[in-house]
């Protein structure tokens, strides 16, 4: 699927105006049915809006991240979507196995997931505690990364973005291993979508938590990114842009090493600082 549009705009510089042709991100609805069972009556779990590509990845990840489902093998089969153009283009059904409690699951789902916003689609935020979730393994709390490899993630990154590169309208997250060598990149207009679709890739592969310790984001960090990141067992998650207050405590409380504003060879660690600098100063909670 064609992940970017042109469209005509207007430029103006120094006052002279001209109308171009412009690639720009492409935003599209993707509805999630749910079924258990290849006989189970499909039901909605919520519609994503996304940049159109990945789209098996997307649904792996969203699921999994947020608790829809406990790990791959509740997957049965993702069937779509279709060709662009058609009617199933905008829709995938995933049936799910029969351990998967679909009555539960759907009472938690009430609301349209908007590209802007990870955690809308939630009934109620006191769900979401990244204490509650998968804590940084024994094998994984002794990591430790040189500064060097950490401030060259995000240029990394950027190298990786195809679509960004196009049409500076997308986010990307992308996933390290140890030595910093880039294992898997996905791009959506939503941030958090493109979280999910690179936590899908790898769990798809079977590449997760270990072999991609490191969860690299092309913004901000908020709440919901860190919880995505504990879910899937990250042990670190690195950004160009600023935390929240609340993605720190949440890094904390999870044992995540959380790196802001990750820009021209500099970086802020926010929590569990001592994985990429021995002896380094850890803050105060």
């Not at 947020?66 to 779509?80: A, C, K, N, P, Y």
Request: proline residues 5%.
């Amino acid at each position: 699927m064609t992940r970017a549009a042109a469209r005509p705009v207007v430029r103006v510089e120094h006052g002279a105006a001209r109308v171009e042709p412009d690639l720009v991100a492409r935003e599209a609805p993707l509805t999630v049915d749910l079924r258990s069972g290849a006989d189970g009556a499909a039901q909605t779990a919520g519609i994503l809006m996304r940049t159109p590509g990945d789209d098996v990845d997307l649904v792996r990840g969203w699921l999994f991240t947020e608790r829809l489902i406990g790990g791959v093998g509740d997957i049965v089969s993702i069937d779509g979507p279709g060709e662009e153009g058609t009617p199933d283009a905008e829709r995938v059904i995933v049936t799910v196995a029969d351990s998967v409690n679909l009555d539960h699951v759907l009472r938690h789902r009430s609301l349209t997931p908007t590209s802007a916003c990870g955690l809308c689609g939630r009934v109620a935020i006191d769900r979401l505690d990244a204490g509650g979730a998968a804590a940084v393994s024994p094998a994984g709390a002794d990591s430790r990364w040189p500064s060097s490899l950490i401030a060259g993630l995000p240029a990394a990154l950027l190298t990786a973005q195809t679509v960004f590169a196009a049409t500076g309208g997308l986010h990307a997250a992308g996933l390290f291993d140890d030595t910093g060598g880039i294992q898997f990149v996905r791009e959506d207009i939503g941030r958090h979508n493109a979280v999910d679709k690179v936590i899908g890739a790898a769990l798809g592969a079977g590449r997760l938590p270990d072999e991609c310790p490191i969860l690299v984001v092309s913004g901000r960090v908020a709440f919901e990114i860190v919880q995505k990141a504990a879910v899937a067992g990250h042990r670190a998650v690195v950004a160009v842009g600023a935390p929240s207050d609340l993605a720190i405590d949440a890094a904390r409380s999870a044992g995540l090493t959380l790196v802001g504003f990750a820009r021209d060879g500099r970086f802020n660690v926010y929590a569990r600082a001592e994985r990429i600098a021995a002896g380094a100063p850890v803050p105060a909670a």
